[in-house]
């Protein structure tokens, strides 16, 4: 499911996800989380860019992780996959795909 919402993280001292709260559920990461980079679609996004804007316009960190709800009436072993970006400039996280 694609999705498009605004998260809290929750980052060890490596800065890996550990947890985040998503309309009101805190989820606990329960595999080490994916990092990769990938080329945001900076035209869609911005009509116009001022020259010599950096790394941060083209490339979008992205991470991947397995976390379950941290209470609650799910099975404390039951999980879904979550895709979130983090963004350098201003460091906020979005949930941008969730596979359950």
Do not use: C, H
């Not at 980052?11 to 990461?29: D, H, M, Q």
């Not at 976390?67 to 400039?89: K, P």
């Amino acid at each position: 499911m694609r999705v498009d919402e605004t998260v809290f993280v929750s980052t060890n001292k490596g800065g890996e996800p550990v947890g985040f709260n998503w309309r009101g559920i805190a989820y606990l990461v329960k595999a080490r989380p994916m990092r990769w980079f990938a080329r945001r679609e900076w035209w869609v996004e911005a009509s116009r860019v001022q020259r010599g804007v950096g790394a941060s316009l083209v490339e979008v960190e992205m991470w991947r992780l397995q976390a379950g709800r941290a209470s609650g009436t799910l099975d404390s072993n039951e999980a879904a996959q979550f895709e979130l970006t983090r963004s350098e400039d201003d460091n906020v996280w979005r949930l941008v795909r969730v596979w359950r």
